[in-house]
Structures are given as C-alpha cells and as structure tokens.
C-alpha cells in the first residue's frame, strides 16, 4: 500500500476511534448521571375573596366633598361615552390615593366594573396618572410606588 493510503485509512481509523469513544461517553453519562431529588412542594396559602385579607392595596378613607362630587360627575358618564376628563378631574380633587380609591368605591360606575378589586382601582390610577401625572392622587401614588 502507498503511504498517502496508509495515513488515509490511520486518520480514519483514529476519528472513527474517537467517534465511537464519545458517543460512548455520552451514553455512560445518560446512565451514570444522577436524577434531581424530588422537591417538598409548598402548600398555596387559602384563597380569599376579601380584597381587605388578600392584597391590600388602599386603606378606606373618608372621602371630602369635593372629590365624591367629582367622582359621582364621573360616574354619570354614560358608558358608552368617555369619561377620562372627569376622571382627571377628580383625580386632583382627591387628594390622596387611597381617598381616590374609595371615591372610586363609592361610585364603581365610574369604570364600570362590578365587585372592584383593589387591583382594579390600582390600573384604573394608573390609566389616569398616565394622563395627568402632576394631579394630586397621582402625586401620592407616585411616592407610594403605585404607579
């Protein structure tokens, strides 16, 4: 045999051979190779339907003349209308987050939605302040890191 045939069939010989070792590598490591221990799972704590127990986010305040006022305006809005402008209005009129979420409490027509959660009321500020970030609610839930 020539030379170049016997360094053709060495160099087959020796990727084949190295080839056939890693493949056989990796198959002693899918066999060999440790199983994760199984994990204690942690009970889901209960669920409540009271937004009080459950993910507080506003404390219920009493609400001032003018921000109910405002709010009711709101409210009276028709549905099929929009009331972003009264909205707005009142979220300068309230002067805190918390007593524009119980204004809100107090007139859930205001976004139309029934059985308001505190989530509700947090994405129904943050639609507003996007609106009219320098009002007073959206001051306050601003520095509370509502919005």
């Given at each position: 045999m020539s030379d170049k045939r016997l360094l053709s069939i060495a160099i087959a010989s020796t990727v084949g051979a190295a080839i056939v070792g890693f493949v056989a590598q990796l198959t002693l490591f899918a066999v060999v190779a440790p199983r994760p221990e199984p994990r204690e799972e942690t009970p889901a704590p209960p669920v409540s339907s009271s937004p009080i127990e459950h993910n507080a986010i506003f404390e219920t305040v009493p609400v001032s003349g003018a921000c109910?006022?405002?709010?009711a305006e709101a409210a009276s809005v028709p549905a099929s209308l929009s009331?972003?402008?009264?909205?707005?209005?009142?979220?300068?009129?309230?002067l805190t987050a918390n007593e524009f979420a119980s204004a809100i409490r107090a007139h859930p027509d205001v976004i139309g939605l029934s059985g308001l959660t505190d989530q509700d009321i947090q994405w129904a500020m943050q639609a507003i302040c996007f609106q009219v970030p320098s009002s007073a609610t959206c001051t306050d839930a601003a520095s509370r890191g509502l919005i």
């Open positions: 109910d006022a405002a709010m009331n972003d402008a009264e909205i707005a209005l009142a979220a300068d009129a309230c």
